[in-house]
């Protein structure tokens, strides 16, 4: 399949006479229509300048999500690159938070959905949220747009013939972000969210490091980025395991990243804004 080119934006005023004047009023009412936009904060989420629109639609591709913006003491602990069977992944990560009365949310890999279905089920059936990481480990900015959307595409249907829910969050592997990423996610009706917190787990840094980084700058509404796939994830597993009751212990709630958006809707913090993250850098 031939890789589709970019289709060039349309110049402000085309249509209209070119004078200072109509072109100061488009200027004027694309700042006006932006500010109403960034008004949305109920997600908790910053505006992103210069975010691309759908093709076709002109409707606002919206911006990565880094953490939601709640004055509810809760945060939403995240793995990728599963799922992993065995005692050092993704079994033993469910079976904790399934014990501690906890849930969190999934970033699964479509090949290894299809060598691991049981594992993905099971953790649907235990409350766990099982969200989009894209087919296989790519670096998606560097693919083209046929096999970006293969690879967004195929991951979503691994989940939903696994689960029978289609994904509606993508996290690109590698954290690596671009406009077009997000707008063919939207196009395929996800929404990019990366994360607040990066416990650089896949460093096997031990678990006591792991944990303090969770903890160490602990806000409601953080997106906790762990790893349950790719190698063994014995120190991660740990990591859990103590994290649930300290977390706790600070009166915490360990949240599906569904969970903390509506808890965002519910309890805004009194200033609406956001606080987001810079764009994380590549890992893995």
């Given at each position: 399949m031939a890789t589709v080119g970019r289709q060039r934006r349309p110049k402000v005023g085309r249509e209209v006479?070119?004078?200072?004047?109509?072109?100061?009023?488009?200027?004027?009412?694309?700042?006006?229509?932006?500010?109403?936009?960034?008004?949305?904060?109920?997600?908790?989420?910053?505006c992103a300048r210069g975010a691309p629109r759908t093709a076709g639609t002109g409707a606002a591709v919206p911006p990565a999500l880094y953490r939601v913006a709640t004055s509810r003491p809760a945060v939403a602990l995240t793995y990728d690159d599963g799922p992993r069977a065995g005692p050092g992944g993704t079994e033993a990560i469910v079976a904790l938070l399934k014990a501690n009365g906890a849930h969190a949310t999934f970033f699964v890999l479509g090949e290894e959905v299809a060598r691991h279905p049981e594992v993905v089920r099971?953790?649907?059936?235990?409350?766990?949220?099982?969200?989009?990481?894209?087919?296989?480990?790519?670096?998606?900015?560097?693919?083209?747009?046929?096999?970006?959307?293969?690879?967004?595409?195929?991951?979503?249907?691994?989940?939903?013939?696994?689960?029978?829910?289609?994904?509606?969050?993508?996290?690109?592997?590698?954290?690596?972000?671009?406009?077009?990423?997000?707008?063919?996610?939207?196009?395929?009706?996800?929404?990019?969210?990366?994360?607040?917190?990066?416990?650089?787990?896949?460093?096997?840094?031990?678990?006591?490091?792991?944990?303090?980084?969770?903890?160490?700058?602990?806000?409601?509404?953080?997106?906790?980025?762990?790893?349950?796939?790719?190698?063994?994830?014995?120190?991660?597993?740990?990591?859990?395991?103590?994290?649930?009751?300290?977390?706790?212990?600070?009166?915490y709630e360990m949240l599906t990243l569904d969970e903390l958006v509506a808890a965002g809707r519910a309890h805004p913090t009194p200033a609406a804004g956001s606080a987001t993250g810079a764009a994380p850098r590549p890992r893995r």
């Open positions: 006479a070119a004078t200072a004047r109509v072109h100061t009023g488009a200027r004027r009412w694309a700042a006006t229509a932006a500010l109403a936009l960034c008004a949305v904060t109920a997600l908790g989420t910053a099971a953790a649907a059936r235990a409350g766990m949220e099982i969200e989009n990481h894209a087919d296989r480990h790519l670096h998606l900015p560097g693919l083209g747009e046929a096999a970006l959307r293969r690879a967004v595409a195929g991951g979503a249907d691994a989940v939903e013939r696994t689960v029978g829910r289609r994904p509606h969050w993508l996290r690109p592997p590698y954290g690596a972000l671009s406009p077009r990423v997000r707008r063919v996610a939207h196009d395929l009706g996800e929404r990019v969210v990366l994360w607040s917190t990066d416990t650089r787990d896949w460093t096997n840094p031990g678990s006591g490091a792991i944990v303090r980084r969770v903890l160490g700058r602990l806000r409601p509404g953080d997106i906790v980025l762990m790893h349950d796939g790719g190698a063994d994830r014995s120190q991660t597993v740990e990591a859990t395991r103590q994290l649930l009751p300290a977390l706790r212990a600070r009166g």
